[in-house]
């Protein structure tokens, strides 16, 4: 008998202590990531930006002046690819910033991609960034740039406001 009401406290133990831990670990953290990436076939740099859709519908209202809720449809894709356009930026070799194009966005589950690219010749020797994608949003934001247009990939960290930061060959 005594085996039994152990075995009972231990599975109401751990169903109580999964009901508690759950919503513990449901937070996201809050981070977004970029690749920067040169695609010699097409003669360009290639820039996609992940972040959580939920995390940007807050971002994308405030930015658009309209009431918040979550993005779902085309509209919501432009305004968040226009947000991420204004917090996201390259800089070459001499320091002039580049003139990146937006050429799409999409859903992906929790996930919204935002996709640029830069028709260059060649990589530049050294790369700038500024990304402050959702800095404004979250006093935790981390943004991680994955840089890969020379022999290795270089992550770039940002956490809250800052300045250009360099990468090169």
């Given at each position: 008998?005594?085996?039994?009401?152990t075995?009972?406290?231990?599975?109401?133990g751990a169903a109580?202590a999964?009901?508690?831990?759950?919503?513990?670990?449901?937070?996201r953290?809050?981070?977004?990531l970029?690749?920067v990436?040169w695609?010699?076939n097409a003669?360009?740099?290639?820039?996609?930006?992940r972040?959580?859709?939920?995390?940007?519908?807050?971002?994308?209202a405030?930015?658009a002046?309209?009431?918040g809720r979550?993005?779902?449809?085309?509209e919501d894709?432009a305004?968040?690819?226009?947000?991420v356009?204004?917090?996201f930026?390259?800089?070459?070799?001499?320091?002039a910033?580049l003139?990146l194009?937006?050429?799409?966005?999409e859903?992906?589950g929790?996930h919204?991609?935002?996709?640029?690219k830069?028709l260059?010749?060649?990589p530049p020797?050294?790369?700038?960034?500024?990304?402050l994608?959702?800095?404004?949003?979250?006093s935790?934001?981390t943004?991680f740039v994955?840089?890969?247009?020379?022999?290795?990939i270089?992550?770039?960290?940002f956490?809250g406001?800052g300045g250009?930061?360099?990468t090169?060959?």
């Amino acid at each position: 008998m005594r085996t039994q009401v152990t075995r009972r406290a231990v599975i109401a133990g751990a169903a109580a202590a999964a009901a508690v831990a759950r919503p513990a670990f449901a937070h996201r953290m809050h981070t977004a990531l970029s690749e920067v990436t040169w695609n010699p076939n097409a003669g360009a740099i290639e820039i996609f930006h992940r972040a959580y859709a939920h995390d940007l519908s807050g971002a994308v209202a405030r930015a658009a002046g309209r009431p918040g809720r979550p993005l779902e449809n085309d509209e919501d894709l432009a305004l968040a690819a226009l947000y991420v356009e204004g917090r996201f930026a390259a800089a070459a070799d001499e320091g002039a910033e580049l003139p990146l194009e937006t050429v799409g966005a999409e859903f992906d589950g929790d996930h919204l991609y935002v996709y640029q690219k830069l028709l260059i010749p060649e990589p530049p020797q050294r790369l700038g960034v500024r990304n402050l994608i959702l800095v404004e949003e979250f006093s935790d934001q981390t943004n991680f740039v994955n840089v890969a247009l020379w022999d290795e990939i270089r992550t770039l960290i940002f956490r809250g406001r800052g300045g250009m930061r360099w990468t090169g060959a």
